[in-house]
T-cell receptor, first 111, second 115 residues
Framework: KAGVTQTPRYLIKTRGQQVTLSCSPISGHRSVSWYQQTPGQGLQFLFEYFSETQRNKGNFPGRFSGRQFSNSRSEMNVSTLELGDSALYLC??????????FGPGTRLTVL | AQKVTQAQTEISVVEKEDVTLDCVYETRDTTYYLFWYKQPPSGELVFLIRRNSFDEQNEISGRYSWNFQKSTSSFNFTITASQVVDSAVYFCALSDANRDDKIIFGKGTRLHILP
């Protein structure tokens, strides 16, 4: 089985721009979660989608949003980028009630 | 509120030594899951173990072992006969058993295995 894939792997944007990151879960997994990893704050939960519905949400501003498609693929969007949004964004997928499998991440740099 | 504390920010040991990574957690939930993940330099988080709060049995998997003690809210991870390939950042994590897709991570312990 192919693992979780995330595109792009690296991204450079400037302040004020918006960005969309994509995550394709493992085949058969319907839950997709997103995390932000920074040196200062560590790994923080952003949100989780299941069957195209957001089920859980972390403590992030409204500039961070996401969605999930009928094929379980998910995208997350960050609008009006700030320098502090520079981070590794990790996506994880899981079947119901089981552990999460993480993708390689998208490293976003905001200049 | 849930919280995971990994007091050891960075550890260095010489290859073949044993090393224990500490993890202390806080939660008001009666049922929860505890996890350990490994993050090598490539960045991808690798799942190591998930433990249900009702299962306090220690677990051994090859050179890895985990000691779960509910009385002290600890879930420590030991690597026996460490190898250079074990060098990575290790994260301890916690989730509500009913919402196990929202995981709270500790800050991680960076482990250096020196040849």
């Amino acid at each position: 089985k192919a693992g979780v894939t995330q595109t792009p792997r690296y991204l450079i944007k400037t302040r004020g721009q918006q960005v969309t990151l994509s995550c394709s879960p493992i085949s058969g997994h319907r839950s997709v979660s997103w995390y932000q990893q920074t040196p200062g704050q560590g790994l923080q939960f952003l949100f989780e989608y299941f069957s195209e519905t957001q089920r859980n949400k972390g403590n992030f501003p409204g500039r961070f949003s996401g969605r999930q498609f009928s094929n379980s693929r998910s995208e997350m969007n960050v609008s009006t980028l700030e320098l502090g949004d520079s981070a590794l964004y990790l996506c994880a997928s899981s079947p119901p009630g089981n552990e999460q499998f993480f993708g390689p991440g998208t490293r976003l740099t905001v200049l | 509120a849930q919280k995971v504390t990994q007091a050891q920010t960075e550890i260095s040991v010489v290859e073949k030594e044993d090393v224990t990574l500490d993890c202390v957690y806080e939660t008001r939930d009666t049922t929860y899951y505890l996890f350990w993940y490994k993050q090598p330099p490539s960045g991808e988080l690798v799942f190591l173990i998930r433990r249900n709060s009702f299962d306090e049995q220690n677990e051994i998997s090859g050179r890895y072992s985990w000691n779960f003690q509910k009385s002290t809210s600890s879930f420590n991870f030991t690597i026996t006969a460490s190898q250079v390939v074990d060098s990575a950042v290790y994260f301890c994590a916690l989730s509500d058993a009913n919402r196990d897709d929202k995981i709270i991570f500790g800050k991680g312990t960076r482990l250096h295995i020196l040849p």
